[in-house]
């Protein structure tokens, strides 16, 4: 847990799911299970989001819903793919509409399986979102750094 | 709208969805506004068609029960029973009693958690989180029983073609409906809040009004029919053990997002009457008949009450370990006509409280 260093923000996404996951990533939300303990807050708006919680398989008409809210998220960002269908399309994986997956459309860092997936299993996969976030933030800074390194003796000579 | 825009403006188009913070499943609408009030609206769909239907040209016709299940989450276990109704129509065979009794304890169980799952959602809808939070805590107490007597608790996976596959023994059942108890005091204090907390009462009453007629005529179903005053239930065909319960239809007549909730408030009451007298008459034996072999050719179709009302299950055999056809109409695919209805006229800001007041169930609808 101490990889954690602030509050991550969680977007939930249903891209064609059967709903069974989704009402189970609300029910961490709420005081059984209470994902707010570890300091996350769900929020509509991608821009303001850290980790994108996805379940379902994804149909040909929300992929440019999905890829547009991954796309709005800041950097860096973690995205969970919630249950068996979010994987490889689980039940559904033959049917004419799905993707079978969500890494078909955007990269995926955690996955959780089950069908349908147990909250407990959904708030392992949020902490470890979490973590994955606390590492990409510092690998960022590091090569925010050493960008800042490879500039400056150029910017020196220039002089 | 500022007030230094002078020019009266013309109807503004605003979309809403199909990712919107009070929606858990994606819907959309194009809504067509007069200043505040909503004069039209268009809803889309298709964000969470799968195509599963066409589904069980490919499985094996006892293995789609898994599909049917998965229609949607909530009233997963009711999608798996009509599948094998319909499946067993056709086959003509008799479930045993012990199957039909505990179908009927799972559908009734499986119809609190969904009534309270939408409670929840709805208050979240108009910003009374707290409301949405108490809710779902007792909701859990249900969710701990379906997982104790069927083992799962969204998707219970105990729906079975000629019976159920879990057979909970009645000990478990009596010790279950003890559990559940307090969550019927919690209820009672919930409906409370509903009907007697101004700020809610401000919120739905008179808001997203729908005549009688014009339910009836839109092909209105389950809570938001009766709202409306008219008294359906299919419950009252008699399947599975329900004809020998005594019950009748919760309706209300005002017809606005008050009435949709008070309908809901009595059948989590009445749907508790029923689960108590379920367990109380359980009776003992089997809980399956083996089917083996192929189905004949033939079809079927099937009614149920689910908790967001009637939905319809057709099936078609062409004599193959392969249906030849399903279909599925879903309560939420016949409320949407009445809920555009209930929309217009109502201002943006009670689009939210009306779209949930039918509790739409999206990944059924588009299945
Ligand atoms: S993984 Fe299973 S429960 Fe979850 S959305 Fe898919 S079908 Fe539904």
């Given at each position: ?159 | ?209 729908v005549?009688k007629?014009a339910a009836y005529a839109l092909g209105a179903v389950g809570p938001m029919l009766r709202a409306s005053?008219v008294?359906y ?76 009302g009637e ?20 309560p939420?695919?016949a409320n949407i006509p009445a809920m555009?209805e209930a ?15 039918i ?9």
């Amino acid at each position: 847990m101490s990889a954690i260093e602030k509050s991550p923000w969680l977007i939930h996404y249903d891209a064609s799911s059967c709903n069974g996951c989704d009402i189970e990533v609300l029910a961490c939300l709420t005081p059984m299970y209470d994902a707010e303990r570890f300091g996350c807050i769900v929020t509509g708006d991608p821009k303001q989001a850290d980790i994108f919680l996805i379940t379902g398989s994804v149909n040909n008409l929300n992929i440019p819903v999905v890829k547009n809210i991954y796309e709005q998220m800041p950097e860096p960002k973690a995205v969970v793919a919630i249950g068996a269908c979010a994987y490889s399309g689980g039940v559904f994986a033959e049917c004419y509409n799905v993707q079978g997956g969500v890494a078909k459309v955007i990269p995926v860092d955690v996955y959780v399986p089950g069908c349908a997936a147990k909250p407990e299993s959904i708030l392992d996969g949020v902490v470890r979102a979490a973590q994955i976030l606390a590492e990409k933030k510092k690998a960022m800074r590091k090569a925010r750094r050493a960008a800042r390194h490879a500039e400056s003796p150029a910017q020196e000579a220039a002089k | 709208m500022s007030s230094h825009d002078k020019a009266a403006p013309g109807p503004t188009v605003i979309p809403f969805g199909p990712q919107h913070p009070v929606l858990p499943e994606p819907l959309h609408f194009d809504l067509t506004l007069e200043d505040e009030k909503v004069v039209g609206a268009i809803p889309q769909i298709g964000y969470i068609h799968r195509g599963l239907e066409m589904l069980v040209e490919k499985r094996d016709y006892l293995d789609y029960v898994h599909v049917a299940e998965r229609i949607c989450g909530i009233c997963s276990f009711m999608h798996g029973m009509g599948y094998c109704e319909a499946v067993e129509t056709i086959l003509g065979v008799q479930v045993p009693d012990r199957a039909r009794w505990l179908r009927t304890f799972w559908s009734e169980l499986e119809r609190v958690h969904s009534h309270l799952l939408w409670l929840g959602l709805a208050a979240d809808a108009f910003g009374f989180e707290n409301l949405f939070h108490a809710s779902w805590r007792a909701r859990e107490t249900v969710i701990d029983v379906a997982e104790e007597t069927s083992g799962g608790r969204v998707i219970f996976g105990s729906a079975l073609v000629g019976g159920v596959s879990r057979d909970p023994d009645d000990e478990t059942l009596r010790r279950c409906m003890k559990a559940i108890e307090p969550v019927r005091a919690e209820i009672l204090r919930l409906a409370q809040v509903w009907i007697g907390e101004p700020t809610v009462r401000h919120r739905l009453s008179g808001v997203g009004h729908v005549s009688k007629e014009a339910a009836y005529a839109l092909g209105a179903v389950g809570p938001m029919l009766r709202a409306s005053g008219v008294d359906y239930d299919a419950r009252e065909r008699g399947y599975e053990a329900y004809g020998e319960i005594e019950f009748k239809a919760v309706v209300e007549t005002a017809g606005d997002c008050m009435a949709r909730v008070l309908v809901r408030l009595g059948e989590i009451e009445q749907s508790f009457r029923i689960l108590d007298e379920v367990v109380a008459k359980m009776p003992a034996g089997p809980v399956a008949v083996p089917i083996k072999g192929m189905p004949p050719v033939g079809e079927s179709w099937i009614r149920l009450e689910q908790p967001r009302g009637e939905v319809l299950y057709f099936v078609r055999s062409n004599g193959t370990r392969q249906l030849e056809r399903f279909r599925v109409r879903t309560p939420t695919f016949a409320n949407i006509p009445a809920m555009v209805e209930a929309i217009k006229g109502v201002s943006l800001a009670d689009v939210p409280t009306v779209i949930l007041t039918i509790d739409p169930c999206i990944s059924c609808t588009e299945r």
